[in-house]
């Protein structure tokens, strides 16, 4: 139990268009879930705290206008790039939590490279 | 905010022997501590979790310890095997509803030599 679903894996796009990541809870509701980035041999940095009928909150440095969150259900929350350059090319990863599930969940992670 | 610092970087070991991984952090106030293992091009996998009412859990050949008034907490894996090789990161968060974001330390690239 407690699988998150994350789409696409991978994604190369151009630069200056926009690319929506999706992240889905497979088996529980989850009313907050968590975007992360994730460069080269580095660690995991929160972006944002996605809340289900409500505005993401936003990690301090993070463009809230840049990276578009919305979480229109229990169990899906998008990450949208815009306007995407060559230096937002990262891992992008969600996560959530299922009540009493003993843990967070993470998806398997999109890569994003923008050429 | 929470700062959670993780040592040491880079770890190689000899198959079979142990390995220890140690983790501070600085908000009194966290008392949810997880692990993650994480292979190359994959999400982070919860490979085991200790609460702050507890100072220690095993799982098998994995055990964590936690030091809640030095604020440290370990990591040990013991007959260590190939495939645990991986990165691994500890995490501090100040409690396990749906809503506490986790912090994650920089983690530790560990090589397990055959």
């Known amino acids: 139990g407690a699988v998150v679903s994350q789409h696409p894996s991978w994604v190369i796009c151009k630069s200056g268009t926009s690319v929506k990541i999706e992240c889905r809870s497979l088996?529980?509701?989850?009313?907050?879930m968590f975007w992360y980035r994730q460069f080269p041999k580095q660690s995991l940095m929160l972006m944002a705290t996605s809340n289900e009928g409500s505005k993401a909150t936003y990690e301090q440095g993070v463009e809230k206008d840049k990276f578009l969150i919305n979480h229109a259900s229990l169990t899906l929350s998008t990450l949208t790039v815009t306007s995407a350059h060559p230096e937002d090319s990262s891992f992008y990863i969600c996560?959530?939590?299922?009540?009493?599930?003993?843990?967070?969940?993470f998806g398997s992670g999109t890569r994003l490279t923008v050429v | 905010g929470e700062n959670v610092e993780q040592h040491p970087s880079t770890l190689s070991v000899q198959e079979g022997d142990s390995a220890v991984i140690k983790c501070t952090y600085s908000d009194s106030a966290s008392n949810y501590f997880p692990w993650y293992k994480q292979e190359l091009g994959k999400g982070p996998q919860l490979i085991i979790d200790i609460r702050s009412n507890v100072g220690e859990k095993k799982d098998q050949r994995i055990a964590v310890t936690l030091n809640k008034t030095a604020k440290h907490f370990s990591l040990h894996i013991t007959e260590t095997q190939p495939e645990d090789s991986a990165v691994y990161f500890c995490?501090?968060?100040?409690?396990?509803?749906?809503?506490?974001?986790?912090?994650f330390g920089p983690g530790t690239s560990l090589s397990v030599i055959p």
């Open positions: 088996d529980f509701q989850a009313t907050t």
């Open positions: 996560s959530a939590q299922r009540q009493g599930a003993g843990g967070y969940t």
């Open positions: 995490a501090a968060s100040k409690g396990e509803t749906s809503y506490d974001k986790v912090i």
